[in-house]
């Protein structure tokens, strides 16, 4: 059996959708908020990690440091924006099965919500915002990358 180390999803939460298009195809709550197109980050408690590709850059600045720590299967985390604020969450990911991932790597899904944050980024991630994503854990790597073709929402 293979054994999923913490993700650092701060949202990551920690990580945060399924296969999910542009904020727009989403259900409503997609209309605010954000999305990230890559995630490269350190499995581990607390876990540590990049966002990259972000909308909305006049909020996100494009980019964020994420840090997670996790217990069980849910975890909180905070992602710092490119000087344009935080965002907090808290989250619970299962393992999907069968997976998606390339071999050695296990797919989780994340779901979570904001829980607060600060600056620019707060006015367009506000609180109560659903996040989402979908992604693999590579336990011989130490790594968790979003799972190729999505996003992590948030």
Do not use: H, Y
Request: charged content about 10%; overall charge positive; aromatic content about 4%.
């Amino acid at each position: 059996m293979r054994r999923l180390l913490p993700l650092c999803l701060v949202t990551v939460a920690l990580a945060v959708p399924a296969s999910l298009t542009t904020a727009f195809a989403g259900p409503a709550w997609a209309l605010t908020g954000a999305s990230c197109t890559k995630l490269a980050a350190t499995a581990g408690n607390p876990s540590t990690g990049t966002l990259s590709g972000c909308s909305d850059p006049a909020n996100t600045g494009k980019s964020g440091k994420l840090s997670s720590t996790v217990s069980g299967s849910s975890g909180t985390g905070t992602i710092t924006w490119n000087k344009t604020g935080t965002t907090t969450t808290s989250f619970t990911f299962k393992v999907v099965t069968p997976d998606k991932c390339p071999s050695g790597a296990v797919e989780a899904k994340e779901t979570g919500t904001v829980t607060g944050g600060s600056g620019a980024a707060l006015k367009s991630i506000p609180k109560g915002q659903k996040t989402s994503a979908t992604v693999c854990a590579n336990t011989s790597k130490n790594t968790v990358t979003l799972l190729k073709g999505t996003k992590f929402v948030i």
